[in-house]
C-alpha cells in the first residue's frame, strides 16, 4: 500500500508498550525509472492503549521534540512510501504543518521520539535548565584541562588526570564516556547522571557490571574478564567488541525484546537475551543459521555482513515469524532455493541485501515484487556470479567494485595491486635484503593508487584508510612470520613514511 497525503497510520510501540501515530505531509516522485517513491512522514504527539479512530485523529497534533539539543523541533523526514506491515490507516484529514521538508529517513520507526521526549521529561528540571544552558563559549576546567561548558564526549585522556570524578559535574552536557580503565566509583557516578546515554566500556578489576539503573541507550563493551552483565531497560544497543566466554551471561529487560546485540562472527550463543530482538552481526566468515534462530527464534531484525561471509541453511529463518528488517551484506553460500518465500515471512517491511549470489537477486526481484507493492521496502545490489566470488574471495578491495563514484576497471586495478604486494611479500625471508624488497613493494604498490587516482579522482577519505589498512595488514602479516626479529627488519614505521611520501591522494 502506497501512502498518501494526509494518511494518518498508527502502529504499536514495543518500548512503550502502546500504539503511537504519524500523518504522511508530501509525497515525492522518482527522479529515475529505478526511484522509489518518497513519503515526508510527520510523528505525532500522541499515544494510547488501542487502535485511535477518527475523531481521535482530529485531535492529534506534531509532536515537538526539545530533548538535549533539539528546539520544539519536529521529527519530520522523507522514507519510502510504501506503508510498513503493522501500519493501520485511521484517518485522511489535511496536513498539519505544512512547510517544505530537508530531511530524509531510514524508515518510518513511529514512536521513536516520542519515546526519546518522554524520557527527557522525566528528568529533573533543574539538571535539564543546566543542559539547555550550557554554552560552547564558556570553558571550565576539568582534571586540569580547559574544556568548553557543553563538551558531550571524553575519553581517559580526561578520565585519568581526575583527582574526584564530581569534577564532571562542571560539563552538564556530558553524554558519552569511553574508558579501557573502568572501575566501580566510574559506574556508581554513571549512574547517578541521566545524560549520560552512551558508554564505551573495558575494565581489568569490574567483573560483574551492573547498569540497570542507568540511562545508557548505547553500551560498547569489551567482554573480555567479564562474567555477567545486567542492562536497563532503555538500552537499545549492546555492542561486545571482543569475544565474550561461554559462560557470559545477560540479564535485559523483557529479555532483550527492545535490544539490538552487535557483535563479530565469532558470537557464542551467550546466556541470556532468550526473547532478542535484534541481532547484527559483521565480519562474518562462516555461520550456521539454525542454531542461531533456534536460540534467538523472536528477532525481528537481522543483520549479517560478510567478510565475505558463507552461510548456510539460510531456510531456516523461515522460522523467524516476527521478523522486520532483514540485511545481507558479502553473504554467500546459499540458493534462490533456500531463501524463504514471502508468505513465510508475513511481518517483513525491510530487505536490503547487497553483493549476493545473482540467482538470489533475480528470485527475490521476481517472488518479492506483490510485497514491494504492498509496502515491502526492498533493495538489491551487486548481484555476485560465482566467478566473481572465486576472483574476490580474498580481494580486501571487492567492495569497490559497484561503488557510485569508482569504475569496474579501476576496481579491478585496485586488487591488482593488493595481489602484486602479497606476492612481492609472501615469499621475503629473513636472509634476504627485506628493507630494499619492501621498499620496491610499497612503492609499487603506492603507484598503482596514483595512477587510479590520477585518472579519476576516485580515491577518497574511505578508500584513502581502506587503502592504508590493506598495507598495515600485509606488513603486519609478513613481520609475524618474520618471528622475533620481524620488526628490526622491516622498519614499518620507515614504510608507512614512504608510503606518505609517495601518495597523491
Request: with cysteine.
Amino acid at each position: 500500500m502506497q501512502a498518501k497525503v494526509g494518511d494518518i497510520y498508527s502502529v504499536f510501540s514495543p518500548q512503550l508498550q502502546q500504539y503511537v501515530a504519524c500523518q504522511v505531509t508530501h509525497l515525492q516522485q522518482p527522479t529515475n525509472p529505478k526511484g522509489k517513491a518518497l513519503a515526508a512522514i510527520l510523528q505525532l504527539d500522541w499515544a494510547g492503549d488501542h487502535l485511535p479512530d477518527k475523531t481521535e485523529a482530529s485531535r492529534m497534533q506534531p509532536l515537538r521534540c526539545s530533548y538535549y539539543f533539539l528546539k520544539e523541533s519536529f521529527d519530520h523526514g522523507y522514507v519510502p512510501a510504501g506503508v510498513p506491515p503493522g501500519h493501520v490507516l485511521i484517518a485522511n484529514l489535511p496536513p498539519l504543518v505544512d512547510h517544505e521538508v530537508s530531511a530524509y529517513k531510514f524508515g518510518w520507526d513511529v514512536g521513536d521520539s516520542l519515546v526519546r521526549q518522554r524520557s527527557w521529561e522525566k528528568i529533573d528540571p533543574v539538571r535539564r535548565a543546566q543542559f539547555k544552558a550550557a554554552s560552547g563559549a564558556r570553558n571550565v576546567i576539568v582534571g586540569g584541562q580547559t574544556l568548553r561548558e557543553n563538551t558531550t564526549r571524553i575519553n581517559d585522556s580526561i578520565l585519568q588526570s581526575l583527582t574526584d570524578l564530581s569534577e564532571l559535574d562542571r560539563l552538564p552536557c556530558l553524554m558519552t564516556l569511553e574508558t579501557s580503565q573502568g572501575t566501580p566509583e566510574l559506574m556508581a557516578y554513571i549512574r547517578q547522571h541521566p545524560f549520560i546515554n552512551e558508554l564505551h566500556w573495558q575494565s581489568a578489576v569490574v567483573s560483574e557490571i551492573d547498569v540497570g539503573t542507568t540511562h545508557l541507550s548505547r553500551f560498547i563493551l569489551h567482554p573480555q574478564g567479564v562474567s555477567r552483565v545486567r542492562l536497563n531497560p532503555d538500552l537499545s544497543l549492546l555492542s561486545l567488541t571482543a569475544t565474550p566466554s561461554s559462560d557470559f551471561r545477560v540479564e535485559a529487560h523483557q529479555e532483550g525484546r527492545n535490544l539490538c546485540l552487535q557483535g563479530s562472527q565469532d558470537l557464542p550463543l551467550l546466556q541470556g537475551l532468550d526473547r532478542l530482538g535484534a541481532l547484527s552481526l559483521t565480519g562474518v566468515k562462516a555461520i550456521d543459521l539454525a542454531p542461531l534462530v533456534e536460540r534467538f527464534p523472536c528477532l525481528t531484525e537481522l543483520r549479517l555482513w560478510g567478510n565475505p561471509g558463507v552461510v548456510s541453511q539460510m531456510q531456516s529463518i523461515a522460522a523467524l515469524p516476527q521478523l522486520q528488517m532483514l540485511t545481507l551484506s558479502d553473504i554467500f553460500g546459499f540458493a534462490a532455493a533456500d531463501f524463504p518465500r514471502p508468505e513465510q515471512l508475513p511481518n517483513l517491511s525491510s530487505l536490503w541485501m547487497t553483493s549476493i549470489p545473482s540467482d538470489v537477486v533475480s528470485y527475490v526481484r521476481t517472488a518479492y515484487k506483490q510485497a514491494t507493492a504492498l509496502g515491502l521496502d526492498l533493495s538489491l545490489s551487486k548481484a555476485r556470479k560465482p566467478e566473481w566470488l572465486a576472483e574476490n574471495l580474498h580481494n580486501p578491495f571487492r567492495d569497490w567494485d559497484g561503488r557510485e563514484h569508482i569504475s569496474a576497471t579501476h576496481a579491478r586495478k585496485a586488487a591488482l595491486a593488493y595481489k602484486n604486494l602479497r606476492a612481492a611479500t609472501q615469499n621475503i625471508t629473513s636472509s634476504m635484503d627485506v628493507a630494499a624488497l619492501l621498499s620496491a613493494a610499497v612503492t609499487a604498490y603506492t603507484e598503482a593508487f596514483n595512477l587510479i587516482d590520477r585518472r579519476s579522482k576516485a580515491i577518497e577519505t574511505v578508500e584513502r584508510e581502506e587503502i592504508y589498512t590493506v598495507l598495515f595488514d600485509v606488513l603486519n602479516s609478513l613481520e609475524q612470520k618474520l618471528g622475533g626479529q620481524g620488526a628490526s627488519f622491516m622498519d614499518q614505521p620507515r614504510l608507512y613514511q614512504l608510503f606518505d611520501q609517495l601518495r597523491e591522494f
